[in-house]
């Protein structure tokens, strides 16, 4: 099974198409810079492939408990799934996926030091900041209490320490 069948697809929305492309480009930039400028030292190194391997792990995670449920493939899309998803990392954190990116885009900084890849890490984070409100408020619409409860009980994009404290129950 391919990736994309578990998000829906956006080539209806030239909008939306646009965006992605712009995200691959910004990341491609970002993946350039982090090749051009090397790492600041082993520890660094060592301590962004550990994000790596993390936010790999994250996402597949993610992909693994919403198997049976697509996704909107963009932070802005507008199409909510059909279920509530509550297991898995979702019952730690209401947005693994942008979890994982932000570890990703992170990791970057953390190996180089460099300004450049700081900036473009950290704004690609606040973009996935600004798109998990922005689905917080889709999904009470949609969810109304059941969303509610879900969310005292899950952190927004880190974990909350009730959740932690009940997953290693």
């Known amino acids: 099974m391919s990736l994309q069948d578990f998000f829906i697809d956006s080539r209806n929305s030239p909008r939306l198409r646009a965006l992605q492309d712009v995200g691959v480009a910004f990341a491609v930039i970002h ?10 030292g082993p520890r660094g190194a ?22 049976r449920t697509q996704l909107p493939r963009t932070l802005v899309e507008d ?11 979702f019952a730690l954190v209401r947005h693994p996926f942008y979890l994982a990116y932000s570890l990703a885009w992170l990791a ?13 890490g950290l704004m690609a984070v606040v973009v996935y900041a600004i798109a998990a409100r922005r689905e917080e408020r889709q999904l009470e619409a949609k969810f109304g209490d059941v969303f509610r409860t879900y969310r005292s009980q899950a952190g927004l994009i880190a974990p909350s320490i009730p959740a932690l404290m009940r997953s290693f129950r």
Do not use: E, Q
């Not at 993946?31 to 600041?40: D, Y």
């Not at 060592?46 to 919403?66: E, K």
């Not at 199409?79 to 509550?86: D, F, I």
């Not at 970057?108 to 460099?114: I, L, M, R, S």
């Open 31 to 40: 993946f350039f810079g982090l090749v051009l400028v090397g790492t600041a």
């Open 46 to 67: 060592a301590a962004a492939i550990a994000m790596y391997v993390a936010a790999t792990l994250l996402f597949l995670s993610a992909l693994d408990s919403a198997r």
């Open 108 to 120: 970057a900084p953390v190996a180089t030091h460099g300004p450049f890849i700081t900036v473009t």
């Open 79 to 89: 199409t909510m799934p059909k279920a509530l998803l509550t297991t898995g990392p």
